[in-house]
């Protein structure tokens, strides 16, 4: 138990050093990934191959089909991924249709404090 406890604060104190990203990285890095397969069909076929070799770690067709094996963390996201998208297919409105998440404009608005493009 003494071990586990060092290890965890260990890992805090990792976590309190580690140099914060700034705003402006973090959302060009955003930008870019929501364009990572436009960009990458953009691409040489050279430039598409070297990134698959950092993507990818083993490939194989199987009945028909190409499976893969990610490195992580891109394993990682891609797990992320199916489950947000299967959880979405359960419960509709779970996350992809942000337009449920505005608000209806109330019957007492006020053009100057309620935009009616704000609503739906």
């Known amino acids: 138990m003494r071990r586990e406890q060092d290890s965890l604060l260990r890992k805090i104190q990792d976590i309190r050093k580690a140099t914060p990203v700034p705003l402006d990285q973090a959302i060009d890095m955003l930008r870019l990934t929501s364009r990572a397969s436009e960009l990458f069909l953009q691409q040489p076929a050279l430039e598409q191959r070297r990134l698959l070799h950092v993507v990818v770690q083993k490939a194989a067709w199987k009945d028909g089909t190409l499976q893969t094996a990610l490195f992580e963390p891109f394993e990682i996201l891609r797990h992320s991924n199916q489950e947000s998208c299967r959880k979405e297919k359960e419960k509709a409105g779970s996350g992809h249709d942000f337009g449920i998440w505005l ?13 009616p493009l704000s609503y739906h």
């Open 103 to 115: 608000p209806g404009m109330d019957s007492n608005h006020d053009s100057r404090l309620q935009r």
